[in-house]
């Protein structure tokens, strides 16, 4: 992944924590406008992850794990619940950005023909 065209983009790719939607949300309830309401960004997101373990053991057929799912395997306990917190506020408002940034089924398609690079 060091040497690869996405580097850039993989330096610091990471899930976000409950700090950051913490300090992220602080910040924008502290700017607001002339009818005083705080500012809002608009949290583009993708709707599912790789399941690793699963992809192996069920012969690279399934890929799908859930969003919340992947933030409960990587310990973001509470960071689900604050996306909710955030769109109740009416601070943090998610946009379905898409289900996954690759062609699934050519990616799993890879992986049944024992392709050592894909895997």
């Not at 983009?9 to 309830?29: A, G, H, I, M, V």
């Not at 799912?69 to 009416?90: A, D, H, P, S």
């Amino acid at each position: 992944m060091d040497k690869c065209a996405g580097t850039r983009y993989n330096k610091y790719d990471t899930l976000t924590s409950k700090q950051d939607l913490s300090l992220l949300f602080e910040t924008l309830n502290s700017v607001k406008d002339q009818h005083h309401h705080a500012v809002k960004i608009t949290a583009v997101s993708l709707t599912t992850n790789p399941y690793f373990e699963r992809i192996k053991v069920d012969s690279f057929q399934n890929y799908y794990k859930p969003f919340a799912t992947t933030l409960e395997r990587y310990n973001k306990t509470g960071v689900f619940e604050l996306w909710q917190q955030g769109t109740k506020e009416n601070i943090f408002i998610p946009e379905f950005h898409g289900r996954e940034h690759l062609n699934i089924q050519l990616w799993l398609r890879v992986l049944q023909e024992v392709n050592k690079e894909a895997k």
